[in-house]
């Protein structure tokens, strides 16, 4: 034996306790469904797929088995996660897994990344990072060389960064954007504001993400500033309006809200499933607060369409359709 087991009374009610979480589970509503892409999205996204096997690459998109990835594929957006696939922090929400010291940054991440980006073909490359909060920057320095890297190699491919809160720590920042080139800054609050303690980990805030992005955007106001807010986590709708109203005062340009899923039943419960329509009536709030490109459904993730998302900023067609769905369709 190399230990010991709880007795079997424990062991029964440990059990009973996760087969009721399960059972518990809200089921999806009929408006969860995407489509398959067609035309010339198919044939783009059958290039990036081909392209992601043929070199045995990897992407957030496919290990989250993310609902968008047709879509995002088939428009030439793909997300890639750095720092490694272990987070200092434990989000109630977040299926990656947590430790308090993980394994040393990776020195080839960089150059590694930069290949990837490459061989996919792709126009438009979020980067994601976990949390590193017992590095000194946070991971600053590191997050700026993969972005140099996928630049000096891939100089046409448009670049986001989803950074974490650094941990508040604003030289961090500054270490990384201070001449970075960059198309949109990234941080997401998650939540509303109330619901903080319940959702993210202790040393998360919304107070401290919000002076991530204000600070972002004084640093570098040539660069567009995005965040995201997931619903289904105990919110009401007027805290979803006011997380908004809070965005904007410090400038936020770019926003998506969509539904939260639970990864497991040892994760957050999903409290409710608002209907489209709630995700067309926050798309308008939205635009009428003055964000300058928005995408809100019930499919939509921090990434969905990021690229397009970026070009409806900048002058180009709406991304998201009011009054459509994030899969296209028409409600």
């Not at 640093?219 to 995005?226: F, G, M, N, Q, S």
């Not at 409806?312 to 296209?328: F, H, I, W």
Request: proline content about 5%; aromatic content about 6%.
């Amino acid at each position: 034996m190399t230990g010991k087991r709880l007795p079997i009374v424990q062991e029964v009610e440990a059990l009973s306790a996760i087969e009721r979480r399960k059972k518990n589970r809200k089921r999806l509503p009929p408006w969860f469904k995407t489509n398959l892409p067609i035309g010339d999205a198919q044939i783009a996204f059958n290039d990036v797929r081909g392209n992601v096997l043929d070199n045995q690459l990897s992407t957030v998109c496919q290990e989250a088995r993310c609902p968008n990835i047709h879509d995002c594929w088939g428009r030439g957006t793909a997300t890639f996660m750095v720092a490694g696939e272990q987070c200092t922090r434990a989000c109630r929400f977040c299926a990656v897994g947590t430790v308090k010291n993980p394994p040393n940054l990776d020195p080839e991440e960089p150059s590694n990344l930069a290949e990837a980006v490459d061989l996919m073909g792709i126009k438009h490359a979020v980067i994601t990072c976990v949390n590193r909060d017992e590095l000194a920057d946070g991971g600053a320095s590191h997050y700026r060389a993969c972005l140099e890297a996928i630049h000096a190699r891939c100089p046409d491919v448009g670049l986001e960064f989803l950074c974490s809160d650094l941990d508040g720590n604003l030289d961090a920042l500054s270490i990384l954007l201070d001449g970075l080139v960059l198309r949109v800054f990234a941080h997401n609050v998650e939540c509303v504001p109330r619901l903080d303690a319940v959702v993210r980990d202790h040393r998360a805030s919304f107070e401290q993400s919000l002076k991530i992005l204000k600070v972002a955007k004084e640093i570098r106001p040539d660069i567009l500033t995005k965040s995201s807010i997931m619903v289904g986590v105990g919110e009401t709708d007027e805290e979803v309006v006011e997380a908004m109203r809070l965005l904007r005062e410090v400038n936020v340009d770019l926003l998506t809200i969509g539904q939260y899923l639970s990864p497991s039943p040892r994760h957050l419960a999903v409290d409710r499933f608002p209907e489209p329509e709630i995700f067309s009536e926050w798309d308008q709030i939205a635009r009428d607060l003055g964000f300058k490109a928005v995408a809100c459904g019930p499919l939509v993730r921090s990434s969905y369409r990021a690229g397009l998302l970026y070009e409806e900023a900048k002058g180009g067609p709406v991304t998201l359709t009011y009054g459509e769905s994030s899969t296209g369709e028409t409600l």
